[in-house]
């Protein structure tokens, strides 16, 4: 099955230095009285890219519109029986996905890449194997998330902390034992919001911390 997304503009602030306690704080005393939308779990995702990294490039370019394909799954382990692969997109702040669910098992610390990517293109359809057919695992990352809705159900907020990338372009076997020490221990504070939202700037004034172009993928990968 593969559903889209709404597209929605996604504003995502970072820190190294504040402690998750105080963030958690900024977000549950915040004027737009953000509430636990969903409980707080790992996400796990691999990331794909062309032999050239065309869309770790576009990132790093600044391109207005570019794109990302990984797997993801959800929980602190390293298989699932439930994973979906997804296109996101983005066009200026402007960020949707694409989801195709696979309800299949996936077993990463006991399978080859050359055999793991061979049962996910096995495994999709259309542009899905597409994309997985012309890419190359590069990057596994996980992290926790936290999941908020403000009162008035437009506005959605996730706070990502304890993230760990393994980079995965020069192994045969996936690696999930040597992650990337260089990359930032950031705090991530990601807005969702609806293109109509007119309330955008009085959302983000209640937050210390400026917006910027930030993603986990691109910080990884170029800082390994």
Aim: with cysteine.
């Amino acid at each position: 099955m593969e559903t889209l997304t709404t597209p929605r503009f996604e504003l995502k602030m970072v820190t190294t230095s504040v402690p998750i306690f105080q963030a958690q704080t900024w977000i549950r005393s915040h004027s737009e009285a953000f509430s636990t939308a969903y409980p707080t779990r790992y996400v796990n995702n691999i990331y794909f890219d062309t032999v050239n990294l065309d869309n770790l490039n576009d990132h790093l370019n600044g391109l207005h519109n570019r794109q990302k394909l990984r797997c993801r799954w959800y929980g602190e382990q390293t298989s699932t029986n439930d994973f979906t692969i997804e296109i996101k997109e983005k066009s200026g702040m402007l960020g949707w996905k694409s989801i195709q669910r696979v309800e299949k098992p996936l077993r990463i610390s006991t399978m080859t890449w050359s055999d793991t990517m061979h049962y996910l293109r096995t495994h999709t359809t259309g542009t899905f194997r597409e994309l997985l057919a012309k890419s190359s695992p590069c990057l596994i990352n996980n992290y926790k998330r936290e999941y908020y809705v403000s009162a008035d159900g437009d506005t959605r907020l996730t706070l990502d902390s304890n993230i760990i990338s393994f980079n995965q372009m020069f192994s045969q076997n996936p690696n999930i034992s040597f992650p990337i020490t260089n990359s930032l221990n950031a705090t991530v504070i990601e807005l969702k919001v609806s293109e109509d939202n007119q309330h955008l700037s009085r959302i983000l004034s209640g937050f210390p911390l400026q917006t910027e172009r930030y993603s986990k993928f691109v910080d990884a990968m170029s800082n390994d």
